[in-house]
C-alpha cells in the first residue's frame, strides 16, 4: 500500500516536473506531449490536473492533453465521467481553450460511430452540450467561442432544440465579435439553415 502510494507521488513528482518547463512554445507543448505518449501511465495524472484549478501547472497540463488527444483520444474512454462532470470547474481561459477543442473533438468521434470512436453517455452529451453554451454566451475568447459553435452544430444534428438556440445566440452577438468569429458563424449559420 504505502509502495503504491510513493510511486502514485512518483509519477506526480516526474508529471510535474515535466509541465514546471513546458511553455505555450508548440514546439515545447509537442515535446510534452510526446513523452506523455511514450509514457501512459502518466496519462491519468495529467487529467487529474487538468481538473484541478488550484494547480499552477494546470493550463499546461490541458495544453499537453489537447496534443495528446489528436494522437489518442481513445485514452480518454476510461475518464469521460471525470472529464465531462467537471467542464464547469474550469474558470482560466488557457485552461478552458484547449479543453473546448477537446470536447469538440470527442463529440465528432462519438458521432462517427466506427470501432475506434469514443463512446459518450448521455449524461456526458448533456455535461458538454450545457459547457458549450455557457462557454458561448460567457465572456471567453474567440477560439474557445468557435470550438464551442463547432460542437454545437455537430450536437444539434442529434438534438432538434440545439441549432434554434445556436442561431439565436450567434444572430444575437454577431455585430459583437471579431472577424475570426463572424467567419465560423458565418461557416455554421449555412450549414444550419
Known amino acids: 500500500m504505502l509502495e503504491t502510494k510513493l510511486n502514485s507521488m512518483t509519477i506526480l513528482s516526474e508529471l510535474q516536473e515535466k509541465l514546471d518547463y513546458v511553455s505555450a512554445y508548440r514546439e515545447n507543448r509537442l515535446k510534452c506531449a510526446q513523452v506523455i505518449l511514450e509514457n501512459p501511465y502518466l496519462f491519468t495524472e495529467l487529467i487529474s490536473i487538468c481538473f484541478s484549478p488550484e494547480d499552477k501547472n494546470n493550463h499546461k497540463a490541458c495544453w499537453i492533453l489537447e496534443f495528446v488527444s489528436y494522437e489518442e483520444l481513445l485514452w480518454l474512454q476510461p475518464h469521460l465521467d471525470f472529464f465531462c ?27 462517427k460511430k466506427d470501432e475506434n ?26 477560439a474557445t467561442k468557435a470550438y464551442s459553435i463547432r460542437t454545437l452544430y455537430i450536437l444539434g444534428n442529434h438534438y432538434d432544440w440545439i441549432h434554434p438556440e445556436l442561431k439565436m445566440i450567434i444572430d444575437k452577438d454577431f455585430g459583437d465579435h471579431s472577424a475570426a468569429y463572424k467567419a465560423v458563424a458565418k461557416e455554421v449559420l449555412k450549414k444550419i439553415k
Not at 474558470?91 to 470527442?106: C, N, T, W
Not at 456526458?124 to 475568447?141: G, P, R
Request: glycine share 0%.
Open 85 to 111: 462532470s467537471n467542464l464547469k470547474i474550469l474558470k482560466d481561459e488557457s485552461s478552458i481553450r484547449p479543453i473546448a477543442k477537446v470536447m469538440q473533438l470527442l463529440v465528432k468521434s462519438h458521432y
Open 117 to 142: 470512436s469514443i463512446h459518450l453517455s448521455e449524461e456526458n452529451l448533456q455535461e458538454c452540450i450545457e459547457a458549450s453554451f455557457d462557454w458561448l454566451i460567457n465572456d471567453v475568447k474567440v
